[in-house]
């Protein structure tokens, strides 16, 4: 019953030329009987374990275009402050993961599943810990809120499955075959790395989030600092260097990808205080802050 | 010309970076502001700041920035400064070279979705590279083993003095 719903669906999906001109109707139906083999929603919801894996596959095609830093004291410092606040999140048991790439393009990016990429060029940038934890609990409140999940379900065309099975990245990884194509395929499973791909393709990692997540995401940020033992302004700190930062800025930078950092402090100016009177010592931490970032 | 000695280079080069130095540096108050010996509502008043005033950050942190204004050094509260492209443009000095470079990162009444913008020789992200990019299985892998469990998590707050604060999520949980 599943499967003929799902033909269906996919039948419904398909532009009228599509069904009754040369079309392999054959095939359609062979993916989407694998999508549903392989446990795929083929809807609009994603489990936990999808999110994750979805998390994985975009993190992963990341590091395919931007490479990790080799400082590996600072990720492990990176991850010990991301994760002691994600502690402190309404998702405290998802595998948090946080990752320096190593690029001068300033900003940080959340993916699904808690796995947050922050540019080395916006960590030079910084000058406390506070300040990181302000930015990493951006990323973090915006994992807790789904807001990426959102954002890709609310754009998710009706054939948003539709290439299960025969994207780019399901080639790559049945072509290539061997220790890289079964190392990818480790990564999620093929209807989540097939969606993983396409996202990519369709610029996931460029577009920005509207602007009613992003002060969502900078209000609780405030707030799980603040839970954290963390100075209740380090985020607002962190956007006034944003806001007098002149020099160049690309596409994928804070500067295309979120609204204005002077909006996004008055935003907050009404904010802060009501959680910061919640804190109780706290920290700063610019001392520890420059000697785990060089 | 005699060779120039390393004092003189580096005078020179601090005449150089000066202006970049300034623009990254240049905000104005958004409203009348006291400057503080201190950044805390207790500390002493050294002057009252109108609205507008040219100031130059020093040092930012804790909900109070450290400025210098006309020569008098203080804090001010975080939320009233401004910053070059939010200014009216009388008074953010008309012939400023950088105002090409400052509108393009977006001012605080920039309300349009910002531009594409292209990189101008910096080594970052290029978005060709992110649409194209190819699953890295074994950066992903190295990145998980950077991960910090509980234990070491909380080790490192108490090296830190970060004692955890219950706050209510004054949007409401979601779960």
């Known amino acids: ?225 603040v839970r954290s033992g963390y100075d209740a302004y380090g985020l607002v700190s962190a956007l006034q260097m944003l806001a007098l930062y ?47 970032v060089r | 010309m005699p060779a120039m000695t390393p004092r003189a280079l580096a005078f020179v080069l601090a005449l150089l970076l000066a202006p970049f130095a300034w623009a990254e540096e240049q905000a104005f108050t958004n409203r009348a502001t006291d400057l503080r010996e201190r950044g805390s509502n207790d500390a002493r008043v050294i002057a009252t700041l109108p609205e507008k005033t040219e100031v130059r950050v020093l040092a930012r942190g804790g909900g109070w920035t450290q400025v210098d204004a006309a020569g008098k050094s203080g804090w001010v509260n975080v939320f009233h400064l401004r910053f070059p492209t939010t200014v009216d443009s009388k008074s953010s000095g008309g012939g400023n070279p950088f105002s090409s470079v400052t509108s393009f990162l977006g001012g605080g009444r920039q309300t349009e979705k910002k531009a594409t913008i292209a990189t101008t020789g910096i080594r970052g992200l290029s978005p060709e590279d992110l649409k194209n990019a190819a699953p890295d299985a074994a950066a992903l892998a190295k990145a998980h083993s950077y991960r910090a469990d509980k234990p070491t998590a909380e080790r490192f707050a108490r090296e830190g003095k970060l004692s955890a604060v219950s706050v209510d999520n004054p949007q409401g949980e979601r779960r």
């Open chain 1, 1 to 225: 019953m599943k499967r003929i719903v799902l033909i269906a669906v996919l039948l419904a999906a398909l532009p009228l030329h599509a069904q009754f001109g040369g079309f392999d109707l054959g095939k359609v139906i062979d993916i989407g009987k694998k999508a549903v083999d392989q446990g795929s929603p083929m809807g609009k919801e994603f489990s936990q374990e999808d999110e994750i894996g979805l998390g994985d596959a975009l993190t992963a095609s990341f590091l395919g275009a931007s490479p990790l830093s080799q400082d590996a004291s600072l990720q492990r410092y990176v991850n010990r402050v991301g994760k002691w606040i994600a502690m402190h999140s309404e998702r405290a048991d998802l595998p948090w993961t946080f990752t320096v790439i190593d690029t001068e393009t300033i900003n940080a990016f959340a993916m699904p599943g808690g796995s947050i990429i922050v540019s080395s060029g916006l960590i030079k940038r910084l000058g406390s810990e506070s300040e990181l934890a302000g930015v990493l609990a951006h990323e973090i409140a915006h994992v807790v809120k789904r807001h990426q999940l959102a954002a890709i379900q609310s754009g998710m065309k009706a054939d948003f499955w539709k290439g299960v099975g025969t994207s780019v990245v399901a080639d790559r990884v049945k072509i290539g075959g061997g220790a890289v194509g079964s190392a990818v395929g480790q990564i999620a499973k093929p209807y989540i790395l097939d969606a993983a791909g396409n996202l990519i393709k369709d610029g996931f990692f460029l577009r920005p989030l509207d602007r009613g997540m992003e002060s969502e995401a900078d209000q609780l940020a405030i707030v799980l600092a």
């Open chain 1, 246 to 292: 002149k020099g160049d800025a690309d596409a994928a930078s804070v500067f295309s990808t979120h609204p204005s950092a002077t909006d996004r402090i008055a935003d907050l100016e009404p904010f802060v205080p009501t959680v910061a009177q919640y804190a109780k010592q706290p920290q700063l931490l610019e001392a520890r802050y420059k000697q785990n």
